[in-house]
């Protein structure tokens, strides 16, 4: 069996230090080879709010849950790339660890090229095309061309290999007598949130690979923070028809929450009993607004403040299941238990199907799982019960969906009832734009365009089909008929 280098994860991280017995809060280790020796925790300085001292300095361990360790082939740590982590870990102001494991995976991927293609990565000679971070750029090109990894990830493990080689640089580890890359400065576009233009310096070097924008204004995808496909009514129709004979309450529910109101996964899954606990009867009302994001509990894409606008009647079913026997059996199981700022949705076994930046953020030295939940278990739910069912019961074997694709499905309905509304004279296009713009909680107006514009584009495109291939069915006819065939 070949060995590969790997990423492992460790459910908690506290970083020590080697010490001597006398040392407070030492602790005695016993190697497998029989060496004792003593270890204490490595303290930094921390901040802490106390209402009647103010900012106020403390000292605390460094600890980290799910902490992601790159070892080479040999199964040993490889030391620059562990202390290149934790560098990168510690000066961060909010540690999200899933970023450090995905930089973590590029390490990973560098080493396995290197171990496999018998490269020191240190060596950086006269020839520059025989440079580690030339052959690597060659390599992730080689993948790209074979179809073997996306643009988007060879760029990023690129990014993430260059930035290994700067802070190798700047700590003095690394001092090549040849330069790494050949670095310019350039203007880019850029366009902020009101679709403005504007032009930022950066640092470019010749081994970045540059990701081409291919988005297809004509294809049955729109880009809404990934590919996502809006589902037709009779597609959107099929997946409750599925979700209701699978009688799972939560998924029904979690699935019926993007339909309504447009919210993404972290979103859904991050709502807290306490957002649907209150009673409402007021007969005029007809949605209930609840806040999300920083200071909410409820985490959003980029932590930007948003406001999700519930159907009163959907609220009412979300109440009538926080408060239900079933869901209060799954929060005595959880951590924390049976308290007002448990999750809403919980699974059998009373664990979260997604934790929040909140809960990730505080150590837990209790803490046992070797990955962070993220939906996960919906997104299986999707491709092992639901996609199957479907397939079978409406004999459509190509049928597919992401969870995402429900944000999209919700966005074309709300847009679909707008320009309605506009044909009729009711209301402008702009005033359409700007509802669709605030319901989808999109920071640009040109994300919007992309819905009001989805119609029309695989319109025009299955028009101009249609025509070509009667053009082309006209030319066989004629040429037939010349040729007596």
């Not at 060596?123 to 060659?138: A, E, I, V």
């Not at 070097?205 to 294809?219: F, G, M």
């Not at 597609?235 to 979690?254: D, K, P, R, S, Y």
């Not at 929060?331 to 664990?351: I, W």
Request: hydrophobic fraction near 40%; charge should be positive; aromatic fraction near 10%.
């Amino acid at each position: 069996m070949i060995k590969k280098a790997k990423k492992i994860t460790f459910s908690t991280f506290v970083q020590t230090k080697v010490t001597t017995a006398d040392t407070e809060r030492a602790t005695k280790v016993q190697s497998a080879n029989g060496i004792e020796y003593f270890i204490s925790a490595i303290e930094q300085l921390d901040f802490k709010y106390d209402e009647v001292l103010g900012a106020t300095q403390i000292v605390s361990p460094v600890t980290f849950n799910l902490y992601p360790v790159v070892m080479d082939s040999e199964n040993i740590p490889w030391a620059e790339a562990n202390i290149f982590l934790l560098s990168k870990i510690k000066n961060s102001l909010k540690v999200v660890m899933s970023t450090y494991a995905s930089l973590a995976s590029d390490l990973v991927a560098f080493r396995q090229f290197l171990d496999d293609s018998r490269i020191n990565w240190m060596d950086f000679p006269k020839n520059k095309l025989n440079r580690p971070t030339y052959r690597y750029r060659s390599y992730l090109k080689m993948l790209i061309d074979a179809d073997d990894v996306a643009v988007t990830t060879a760029r990023r493990r690129m990014s993430s290999i260059i930035a290994f080689y700067r802070w190798l640089h700047a700590e003095g580890v690394l001092m090549p007598e040849f330069p790494m890359w050949k670095e310019s400065d350039r203007l880019i576009e850029l366009r902020n949130q009101y679709g403005i233009s504007y032009s930022k310096q950066v640092k470019s070097t010749d081994i970045s690979i540059k990701a081409i924008n291919n988005n297809n204004p004509y294809s049955d995808t729109l880009v809404d923070g990934g590919q996502l496909r809006p589902l037709p009514i009779k597609e959107q129709e099929w997946v409750l028809e599925a979700l209701l004979t699978l009688a799972n309450t939560e998924m029904t529910l979690i699935h019926l929450c993007s339909l309504l109101t447009g919210a993404r996964i972290q979103t859904i899954l991050t709502l807290q009993l306490h957002h649907v606990l209150t009673e409402i009867d007021k007969p005029n009302l007809f949605e209930v607004r609840i806040p999300a994001g920083p200071g909410t509990g409820i985490d959003t894409k980029n932590n930007k403040k948003i406001v999700l606008h519930v159907p009163l009647w959907f609220y009412q079913k979300l109440h009538t299941y926080a408060l239900s026997l079933r869901a209060q059996k799954r929060r005595q199981k959880a951590v924390n238990g049976n308290t007002e700022n448990q999750y809403l949705f919980l699974s059998s076994k009373g664990t979260p199907f997604y934790q929040s930046k909140a809960d990730l953020q505080r150590f837990n030295k209790d803490f046992s799982l070797h990955h962070a939940k993220n939906g996960q278990a919906v997104r299986q739910f999707i491709t092992e019960k639901v996609v199957p069912l479907i397939r079978q019961r409406f004999d459509t074997p190509n049928f597919n969906y992401k969870f995402h694709d429900l944000r999209a499905s919700y966005g074309m309905n709300l847009t679909d009832t707008q320009l309605e509304l506009v044909s009729k004279g009711e209301r402008s296009l702009n005033e359409a734009r700007e509802f669709v713009k605030i319901r989808m909680c999109h920071e640009s107006s040109t994300t919007t365009d992309l819905y009001l514009q989805y119609r029309s584009n695989l319109k025009l495109l299955r028009r101009i089909a249609t025509e070509y291939d009667q053009h082309l069915v006209r030319l066989i006819q004629a040429e037939l008929e010349m040729n007596k065939l």
